[in-house]
């Protein structure tokens, strides 16, 4: 078996990923988020969190210059 076959993204509820990101992120704010995705370790049948990824709007579009400069 393939190493990436015992991993798996796919959408999240906000729940799991607040739960998620509050425990394991310094961060002690929850940003606004629009999408989000987990990050599955699967060994057998059994399917456990070990990441999250959170997209969203900013609040600014100065957030955006250096990245996506126009």
Same mark, same amino acid.
């Given at each position: 078996m393939r190493p990436d076959?015992?991993?798996?993204?796919?959408?999240i509820d906000v729940? #799991?990923?607040r739960s998620f990101a509050m425990t394991h992120h310094? #961060?002690?704010s929850?940003?606004?988020d629009r999408f989000r995705l987990?990050?599955?370790?699967?060994?057998g049948s059994a399917s456990t969190l070990i990441g999250v990824a959170l997209f969203?709007?900013?609040?600014?579009?100065?957030?955006l210059a250096n990245p996506l400069p126009d």
């Open positions: 076959q015992h991993y798996v993204v796919k959408p729940a #799991a990923a310094y #961060a002690t929850w940003a606004v987990g990050l599955f370790h699967t060994a969203g709007i900013p609040m600014n579009k100065k957030v």
